[in-house]
């Protein structure tokens, strides 16, 4: 059984960063497609990014160019990089992991999922 265990979320000023990380357990990490998602209050929950096993990785358009997800096989570990925050990335975030080895953005795509962590940006 997978379980995934997200932290590094916290509070933030609008143009700083943060790094989320995800620690995997169970399941074949190395091999299985990673991604983030995030959930605003009343919101549905967003695709933010992906990762697959080659190392090739996909954003959504409104995190592109700020975001970097990256992961550490050795750590079963999957990070996202959030810099030039925005009072709009204010959400709780996901990570979620699936046995499909292809680009996934949608949530239903995705086998597993952690309880998620709060990032709040102040302006």
């Known amino acids: 059984q997978v379980q995934l265990a997200e932290s590094g979320g916290g509070l933030v000023q609008a143009g700083g960063s943060l790094r989320l990380s995800c620690a995997a357990s169970g399941g074949t990490f190395s091999l299985d497609t990673m991604g983030w998602f995030r959930q605003a209050p009343g919101k549905e929950r967003e695709f933010v990014a992906t990762?697959?096993?080659?190392?090739?990785?996909y954003y959504a358009d409104s995190v592109k160019g700020r975001f970097t997800i990256s992961r550490d096989n050795a750590k079963n570990t999957v990070y996202l990089q959030m810099n030039s925050l925005k009072p709009e990335d204010t959400s709780v975030y996901y990570c979620?992991?699936?046995?499909?080895?292809?680009?996934?953005?949608?949530?239903?795509?995705?086998?597993?999922w952690g309880q998620g962590t709060q990032v709040t940006v102040s302006s």
């Open positions: 979620a992991q699936s046995r499909t080895r292809s680009i996934l953005t949608t949530a239903r795509q995705y086998d597993y």
């Open positions: 990762l697959i096993w080659s190392g090739y990785t």
